[in-house]
């Protein structure tokens, strides 16, 4: 192995071992997964092939559709790596071309790892990554890109929160959202929380769309729920139980 790959290395696995949680996190490829270099997401026939896959599975023709609940996985899952490198403050890699995604049956992605460390300019890399992907998305969903932006900052910001509970340092990590979506810059929207009987909660920007196929949910954040009704059911969420949630 050279010299670099040994860093980048040594980065991940350091990252790893400071987050409580890292394989729930999503940052350990599990062994029985289907590991594919990160660039397929920002191709558009590999990308195309995955929402039909994903058609059947979901009982949808809705391309649309198809293409914003995949979005919302495969989102969360390639900003992990390089988010938990910020937060813990070991840079690891936004580049695509340095990411490994674990796909599981679905198909699903449930993992990604870096293997290669940070540049040095991680919203660069971001702006670069998440444009190339949210292209091949929007084409495959024949669709527009701006709902798949504010997906990508929904992604952002819950990765922070997520990452932040796992160090026992929630308004540190949630801190870093805001300013580093606006040096990624538009249109990537701020991201944004809600703190709820002592527990924090992504005030999303995007819909999932994922009571839009037969049978889904409606989420219990969901933006198109009235404020007041979403509240109650956060509240419930949380037992209404003051503190219930992990903050620094």
């Known amino acids: ?19 409580l949680g890292a394989d729930a996190l999503g940052l350990v490829l599990p062994p029985s997964g289907d590991v594919v270099p990160a660039v397929s997401f920002a191709d558009l026939e590999w990308t195309a092939g995955v929402l039909e896959r994903r058609a059947r599975r979901f009982g949808s023709a809705d391309r649309r559709v198809l293409a914003t609940v995949w979005w919302y996985s495969a989102s969360s899952v390639l900003l992990t790596p390089p988010l938990a490198g910020l937060v813990t403050g070991i840079p690891l890699s ?3 071309a340095d990411l490994s995604v674990a796909m599981l049956p679905g198909p699903l992605p449930a993992a990604a790892e870096a293997g290669a460390a940070g540049s040095g300019d991680l919203a660069a890399d971001l702006r670069d990554s998440l444009g190339a992907v949210i292209a091949a998305v929007a084409e495959a969903g024949r669709m ?28 540190r990590a949630t801190g870093l959202a805001v300013p580093l979506a606006a040096s ?3 249109p990537l929207p701020s991201p944004r929380y809600e703190d709820v009987a002592g527990r924090r909660f992504v005030r999303r920007a995007s819909c999932c769309l994922l009571d839009r196929t037969p ?16 509240r109650r059911l956060l509240e419930r969420l949380t037992g209404g139980v003051r503190g219930a949630g992990s903050r620094e």
């Open 1 to 19: 192995m050279s010299e670099t790959g040994q860093v980048a290395t040594g980065n991940s696995d350091a990252v790893v071992a400071r987050l």
């Open 94 to 96: 936004a580049r695509l």
């Open 144 to 171: 527009r890109e701006r709902p798949l932006w504010a997906i990508a900052t929904d992604s952002l910001a819950n990765r922070l929160l997520a990452l932040g509970q796992a160090t026992g340092k929630t308004d």
């Open 184 to 186: 990624v810059g538009p």
């Open 215 to 230: 049978g889904g949910p409606t989420c219990t954040s969901c933006p198109r729920r009235p404020p007041a009704e979403r």
